[in-house]
């Protein structure tokens, strides 16, 4: 099955609203990542964050290794902020294995 | 600054013709090289990575090889084209492997159309 899964899917945000993506993986995992896709395709990496809780600007994300779970909150979303989601853990260190995405649609 | 380069931007080929896709990133010395494609609607996957020159590991198979020729060289090629080849390749590169702070800077991807 899907080692990583992330929920919603999707998500409809009127801007200024906050959002919670959850990321629920089925092995262990020494590397947990966060990053935005664009619609256009390209990837940012926005977060590694194996365990605990980390900042960067309005992005917060906390993994709890031991239940192998992670979530990645946005506060006051932005139109920008539009597109997908995604979340990855390491492959035994070597490669990176992502989940499906959680698809953000944040509307002015 | 560090720039990646991926070429083509897009390409539409035929099932059975060949195929080389290119990355290059200039800025940065001995950079660890990934190769991800992704299906239209489909999960990012990784197909290899590098971590010096003339080496290369396979993670997925898809009837696809990688050479890395030069340190800031990667290239993606078939010798003959699938129609489950079509998706979206992205290159990128790291500096710290298997750390957990590692960071991977993407490339701007190729799209891949096989009729």
């Known amino acids: 099955g899907q080692q990583v899964q992330q929920s919603p899917a999707s998500l409809v945000l009127q801007e200024g609203e906050n959002a919670e993506l959850q990321c629920n993986f089925s092995s262990t995992a020494t590397q947990l990542q966060w990053f935005y896709q664009s619609p256009g395709g390209s990837l940012v990496s926005l977060l590694s964050n194996p365990s605990g809780t980390k900042h960067t600007g309005r992005l917060t994300s906390t993994t709890v290794t031991k239940e192998r779970r992670s979530s990645l909150h946005i506060s006051s979303s932005q139109t920008t902020d539009s597109g997908t989601y995604l979340c990855?853990?390491?492959?035994?260190?070597?490669?990176?294995?992502f989940g499906t995405g959680t698809t953000v649609s944040v509307s002015p | 600054a560090q720039t990646i380069h991926q070429w083509p931007v897009a390409e539409i080929k035929a099932v059975g013709s060949p195929l080389s896709l290119g990355c290059t990133i200039k800025g940065k010395s001995s950079p660890n090289l990934y190769w991800y494609w992704q299906a239209t609607g489909g999960t990012l996957q990784q197909l290899f990575y590098s971590i010096t020159v003339g080496q290369v590991e396979s993670v997925v198979q898809l009837n696809l090889s990688a050479s890395r020729p030069k340190d800031d060289q990667f290239i993606l090629s078939t010798e003959k084209l699938l129609l489950s080849h079509s998706g979206f390749y992205l290159c990128?590169?790291?500096?710290?492997?298997?750390?957990?702070?590692?960071?991977?800077?993407f490339g701007p991807g190729t799209r891949l159309l096989v009729l």
């Open positions: 990855a853990i390491d492959r035994g260190g070597r490669a990176l294995i």
């Open positions: 990128a590169w790291s500096l710290n492997w298997g750390a957990n702070q590692d960071t991977q800077y």
